[in-house]
């Protein structure tokens, strides 16, 4: 089976984490100092916090925002659930907004439309790596928290993500362009944010003898041995970065002779992340539908993905949030999209495996 995201995983990775294990630091040290000292510099930023998880980031995000009971988050249903999940756990009510066509991130005119006398922030998601049209979520005039799990080397209009809006919130995730396995990260340039999150992670301050909480944290900090990993993956940054360019530049030429099946929109005015090559598959043209090609992709021995099931319609959020506007766009989508086989860790022969695969399968199933 050739893996969907396989770990782009070295010697040097290896080598940081016995490193980190001989030097005795396991928990918050001088790795997760200089992974946020260097995330600075990367994302252009005026604080980086290290973050348990990409969830923990968004999470304590808003609460450092003061978003709780009673208020509104606006958001994106094409999301992971964590984006959603952390607006509930936050004690506030996500109220999701259809995406645009093109892209399927927020769509601002929506979002607009969408904010009342509750509404305390608007939670935009950069899906694949393309950054969400930050411009007009900002003119609305509430706090923006970008869920830039997939955006750690995306640029919007000129400006690096995670130097725009109140709070940025990375993963380290297995797969993420930058992967630990777990962790996570926010940008700010709001020092107030970024000392209520320092305080919500809560980390032991001094020799821990003798301490106090000024609040009841969430225990979210990032591991030194996790801190390592993030370290030596930023190192090659470009590296991989370059892989997966060239990967997104094949499966666009097979795409062209391929009706049916069409990647995502990328805005040639921002820096995409190429985190993920998500199509649309449009069972008229295709042939057969989606869940049709996945299938007989895995048959082929190509493992897929779906990035991402429309949040609003999972159980959680049907029973719970039942008077919810239907979302077609989303809805569409979430039965069009699939995610290609996508990582520095396979060869350019890999993507020719699922490109050739791809190509059987539309002949096959337009036969
Ligand atoms: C869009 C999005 N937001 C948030 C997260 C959560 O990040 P983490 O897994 O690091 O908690 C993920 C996935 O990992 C994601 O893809």
Redesign the pocket.
Known sequence: MLGFQPPAIGDEEIAAVTETLRSGWLTTGPNAARLEQRMQEFLEAEHVLALA???AA?HLSLVALGVGPGDEVITTPI??P??ANVIVHSGATPVFVDVREDDLNIDPARAAEAVTERTKAVLP?DLAGQPAELDPLLELGLPVIE?A??AAESVYRGRKVGSIADATCF???ATKNIAAG???LIATNRADVAEAVQDLRQMRRGDGSLYDIPVPGYKANLSDVLAAIALCQLDKVDRHREIRQRQFAMYDEALADLDGITPLARDARDVHALHLYIVRIDPERAGATRDEYQRALREENIATSIHFLPVHKLTWYRERLPGQPALPVAERAGDEIVSLPLSPAHSDDDIGDVIAALHRVHERVNA
Do not use: K, N, P
């Open positions: 998880s990409g969830t968004l999301t992971w964590a984006t998601v869920d799990a997939h993963s380290l995730y777990e962790g996570g």
